[in-house]
T-cell receptor, first 114, second 111 residues
């Protein structure tokens, strides 16, 4: 039973346009959500997070939206740049987790074309 | 801080050999995680430690896999004996709160 799902394995967008990456979760105990970015031959790096008391969090070109009733979150990248091409992982955890344990989705490979 | 350090970065071994992967977490972090990434299974959590104590090892695939954390600054993941299907990238990560910091990974190839 996959508790965090990223249904789109890949996404391709043109430079300058918006990239929207989606994530669905099933566990209602999840209270904290994170996005990680991974380049080839590197480990994932933290990108942005949101707690369940918010429905939006913004950091520069990156915005995460949370819809708790739908158990859905999305990552928006505006404008997209070729350097954003990477694998993006969605992760979720209960807020009072045992120090950082998260459940990860399978990732979405984003390709931004120049 | 140097971040999470993993060694070796690449390991090529023959089936049946013992493999030991090493991880040094970020100083001050109290949780450590071992993951395996494959094309088929994505990013799998194998085991995680909190304050050097194994909390959940339900992701460890078989008894051939074992992990230790003898102190707050060092952990090992051992595979004995190794098999070709163990070929993957193994990541170590550490955390203090919700955000995890990943190492660069060890690419393991078992021939």
């Amino acid at each position: 039973d996959q508790q965090v799902k990223q249904n789109s394995p890949s996404l391709s967008v043109q430079e300058g346009r918006i990239s929207i990456l989606n994530c669905d979760y099933t566990n209602s105990m999840f209270d904290y959500f994170l996005w990680y970015k991974k380049y080839p031959a590197e480990g994932p790096t933290f990108l942005i997070s949101i707690s369940s008391i918010k429905d939006k969090n913004e950091d520069g070109r990156f915005t995460v939206f949370l819809n708790k009733s739908a158990k859905h979150l999305s990552l928006h990248i505006v404008p997209s740049q070729p350097g954003d091409s990477a694998v993006y992982f969605c992760a979720a955890s209960p807020l009072n987790t045992n120090a950082g344990k998260s459940t990860f989705g399978d990732g979405t490979t984003l390709t931004v074309k120049p | 801080d140097a971040g999470v350090i993993q060694s070796p970065r690449h390991e090529v071994t023959e089936m049946g050999q013992e493999v030991t992967l090493r991880c040094k977490p970020i100083s001050g972090h109290n949780s450590l995680f071992w993951y395996r990434q494959t094309m088929m299974r994505g990013l799998e959590l194998l085991i995680y430690f909190n304050n050097n104590v194994p909390i959940d090892d339900s992701g460890m695939p078989e008894d051939r896999f074992s992990a230790k954390m003898p102190n707050a600054s060092f952990s090992t993941l051992k595979i004995q004996p190794s098999e070709p299907r163990d070929s993957a990238v193994y990541f170590c990560a550490s955390s203090l709160f919700n955000e995890q910091f990943f190492g660069p990974g060890t690419r393991l190839t078992v021939l």
